[in-house]
């Protein structure tokens, strides 16, 4: 993993991959309640040492919501602050499916069963037309997800 010293202090650069989920005209979101900051998020997370970002995507995404995807595209590359320097943002198809729901085995249900309750995650579906008016972690993933949903998705990769 590449690393950057920084103070003296070396951190570990980490890599995330995200996923944009759309059905029924809705797409699914996170919400995040993290030391009472509230705001939204595309569902994913951390890639882990020897996992490709197509095996972590899979996994974070059915950890977080019990989805299983059965395509994915990568349609935009950003570079972001820490705790994730990276993410790759994936338009996604996933299985037929009922609810969605933290896997009770993942850290995101750990977290939201901790005893402080100051690291929420809850996925939700939210309208198309209610995304860009929302509280959006990286605002200009948010602005390039409304572009695309109005113009329609790059079929190469965007580097935001």
């Known amino acids: 993993m590449p690393q950057v010293v920084r103070c003296g202090i070396i951190r570990h650069m980490a890599i995330a991959t995200r996923a944009i989920i759309i059905e ?3 797409i699914l979101v996170t919400f995040r309640n993290k030391n009472n900051s509230q705001y939204f998020t595309l569902v994913g997370g951390r ?7 197509e ?12 989805l299983q995807i059965v395509s994915a595209s990568l349609v935009f590359h950003e570079k972001h602050h820490e705790p994730y320097n990276e993410q790759y943002i994936y338009i996604c198809q996933v299985a037929p499916h009922s609810d969605i729901a933290i896997q009770e085995t ?3 249900a750990w977290l939201n069963k901790s005893v402080m309750h100051q690291n929420i995650h809850e996925p939700r579906w ?5 995304f860009e008016h929302l509280p959006f972690r990286t605002p200009q993933l948010q602005q ?6 109005k113009k329609g998705f790059p079929k190469q990769p965007i580097e935001l």
């Open 24 to 26: 029924n005209d809705r």
């Open 47 to 53: 890639v882990n040492d020897a996992e490709s970002n």
């Open 55 to 66: 095996q972590a995507l899979v996994r974070e995404i059915m950890e977080e919501t019990g």
């Open 106 to 108: 993942s850290e995101e």
């Open 126 to 130: 939210v309208p198309l037309s209610s």
């Open 144 to 149: 390039a997800i409304v572009h695309a949903l």
